[in-house]
């Protein structure tokens, strides 16, 4: 079991990489139904039209696009559902962002038909 803390954290600099990548972190929505169905962690805005969906994750090994693939398949399948819904005016971005355990942060783009890591941070 990883410690709650341990998450904080990872959120807290999460939220600093978002900003630096350009976003303006906003409070994800928690009282609609589409919060029930996919709860994000983080969500960043670019200008009015471009929106980044973010969950965080804690590695337990080494992070690869396998390891990803595996260990946040679920989260994948429900980023997935979010893109096959008309989001209206706004271009939408998933993303599964993954701290390892020496710290680094490697964030994982979640389109229809596969996953591809578009940065990876160091501490």
Not at 7 to 27: D, I, M, W
Not at 68 to 78: A, K, L, N, T
Request: net charge neutral; hydrophobic share 40%; proline share 7%.
């Amino acid at each position: 079991m990883i410690p709650q803390q341990s998450f904080h954290a990872a959120k807290n600099r999460c939220t600093k990489l978002l900003e630096s990548r350009g976003y303006e972190p906003v409070q994800p929505v928690t009282d609609s139904h589409l919060s029930r169905i996919i709860p994000l962690h983080l969500v960043g805005m670019k200008g009015d039209y471009e929106a980044l969906c973010v969950k965080v994750r804690l590695a337990q090994g080494v992070v690869s696009p396998v390891y990803v693939e595996s260990f946040c398949r679920f989260d994948i399948c429900q980023f997935r559902s979010l893109l096959m819904m008309s989001p209206g005016d706004i271009f939408l971005r998933c993303e599964e962002w993954v701290a390892s355990p020496n710290g680094s942060i490697h964030c994982f783009e979640v389109m229809p038909n596969e996953i591809r890591e578009v940065a990876a941070y160091a501490r």
